[in-house]
């Protein structure tokens, strides 16, 4: 069984750039989060998705953040225009229907500077 | 906001020696769950407790759970370099995975 696939596995860009990850889940996996995990700390829930539905977004910065789940499979995170403060390691996991037992890809790791 | 929290932050043993782990959170739970990460990899699910549950066992590893002080424990017996990581307690309140700040686990061989 293939894995959470994440691209890219690092960046780095300028403050006020753009930048999108990828994320492709395991095959069937109906539920999608990404998280965004700064150094020293767990990880924080950005969004999640069931299928192509958002479940929670509630810690997503809407101002600058977006995410969307296309056809309820791959998904894409951005940020627009980035800040210092998301440097940090960006997480994809997902988790089939009736168990949260969530796997996770090898994550992004983004630097603004 | 983080819902679990871990104690100690960090942990330092001799291989062979037991790990033990503490876990506290804030909301009812429909199950709580360990992770383990390496350094600069993604997290791998240890083991899953249910909230009607109190031990469970996987290997080398026991959890337990007391829900009436909402808190949960993670022991690695007979530890080995190799478990050196940070481990993760994360909740399921509601349909969501909330995860806690982590314990450095470093095994000394």
């Known amino acids: 069984e293939a894995g959470v696939a994440q691209s890219p596995r690092y960046k780095i860009i300028e403050k006020r750039q753009s930048v999108a990850f990828w994320c492709n889940p395991i095959?069937?996996?109906?539920?999608l989060y990404w998280y965004q995990q700064i150094l020293g700390q767990g990880p924080k829930l950005l969004i999640q998705?069931?299928?192509?539905?958002?479940?929670?977004d509630s810690q997503l910065p809407k101002d600058r953040f977006s995410a969307e789940r296309l056809k309820g499979v791959d998904s894409t995170l951005k940020i627009q225009p980035a800040k210092l403060e998301d440097s940090a390691v960006y997480l994809c996991a997902s988790s089939s229907t009736g168990t949260s037992q969530a796997f996770f890809g090898q994550g992004t790791r983004l630097t603004v500077v | 906001s983080q819902q679990g929290e871990e104690d100690p932050q960090a942990l330092s043993i001799q291989e062979g020696e037991n790990a033990t782990m503490n876990c506290s959170y804030k909301t009812s739970i429909n199950n709580l769950q360990w992770y383990r990460q390496n350094s600069g990899r993604g997290l791998v699910h240890l083991i899953l407790i249910r909230s009607n549950e109190r031990e469970k066992h996987s290997g080398r590893l026991r959890v337990t759970l007391d829900t009436s002080k909402k808190s949960s424990s993670l022991l690695i017996t007979a530890s080995r370099a190799a478990d050196t990581a940070s481990y993760f307690c994360?909740?399921?309140?509601?349909?969501?995975?909330?995860f806690g700040a982590g314990t450095i686990l470093r095994v000394k061989s």
């Open positions: 994360a909740t399921v309140p509601g349909n969501k995975l909330v």
């Open positions: 998705f069931q299928n192509n539905g958002v479940v929670d």
């Open positions: 095959s069937g996996h109906a539920t």
